[in-house]
């Protein structure tokens, strides 16, 4: 029997999206996270908003340049967990192998986008999905149900 008035807490909150293997499907998967975290209240500009952007753009545009397999596409889930205040970031594709970090030479232009998830995440790491190829995932720290804006002590 349900309580009239009693209702659980929204503690986690999931968005999930399918985008085609391009740079342009990268893009759009990108915009569409920025709009469903804004809808979850984090503010664009805050340190959460931005950590987690930085980290869907890398690891959305990782897909598409290094997991391509023609006529297949990638897919994007986001996790937050307001209780615990972790955002996790997945991306799969469908191309075997793992990713790695590499040491890219001082005039290289590339190649720093594992480095940079690194060092804006909480921890990341690579597993293998259901079905071919893999799932890179990241997790951010975006605060527990009020996101961390950045103005600690203001």
């Known amino acids: 029997m349900t309580v ?4 659980v807490p929204v503690t986690v909150r999931t968005f999930a999206h399918r985008f085609s293997s391009t740079r342009r499907g990268a893009r759009v998967a990108r915009l569409l996270a920025e709009h469903r975290l804004t809808d979850w209240g ?21 897909a598409v340049l290094h997991g391509l397999v023609p006529g297949r596409d990638c897919a994007l889930r986001l ?10 970031i997945e991306v799969s594709d469908t191309r075997p192998g793992r990713p790695a970090r590499g040491e890219p030479a001082a005039e290289c232009d590339r190649g720093r986008g ?3 998830v690194e060092a804006v995440a909480l921890r990341w790491g690579v597993r293998d999905r259901n079905g071919p190829g893999k799932t890179v995932w990241a997790e951010c720290a975006a605060g527990g149900g009020r996101p961390d804006t950045g103005d600690a002590g203001k």
Do not use: K, Q
């Open 42 to 62: 984090v503010p664009r500009g805050s340190r959460a908003f931005d950590a987690a952007v930085l980290v869907i753009a890398e690891l959305t545009s990782n």
């Open 114 to 116: 594992l480095l940079l």
């Open 79 to 88: 996790t937050w967990d307001t209780g615990a205040g972790v955002l996790r």
């Open 4 to 7: 009239p008035g009693a209702e």
